[in-house]
């Protein structure tokens, strides 16, 4: 049989093998992960907000009676406004 230019463009009949397919798994799952890399698993914290301003102030627990709670300037501690 003689060489002939498309004898290069016969395949292999074979699927390809584990080895050849690592690579392209290996990026599929980086790309997937890189969209999840700045979430977290654990439940996600409020936002504190800032307090003891304009008439506010923060209480340990629950605000006292007749003040309004606006949100929680930190764990445990509730941001309440003056009445």
Not at 44 to 53: K, L, S
Not at 55 to 81: I, V
Request: charged share 20%; aromatic share 10%; glycine share 10%.
């Amino acid at each position: 049989m003689s060489w002939s230019p498309f004898s290069a463009v016969i395949q292999d009949p074979r699927p390809p093998s584990a080895m050849k397919i690592l690579p392209l798994l290996l990026v599929l799952l980086l790309v997937a992960f890189q969209g999840a890399a700045g979430r977290s698993l654990a439940r996600p914290r409020r936002p504190y907000m800032e307090c003891g301003y304009r008439g506010t102030f923060c209480h340990r627990g629950k605000c006292p009676r007749g003040n309004d709670y606006l949100g929680s300037c930190r764990s445990g501690y509730s941001c309440c406004r003056w009445l």
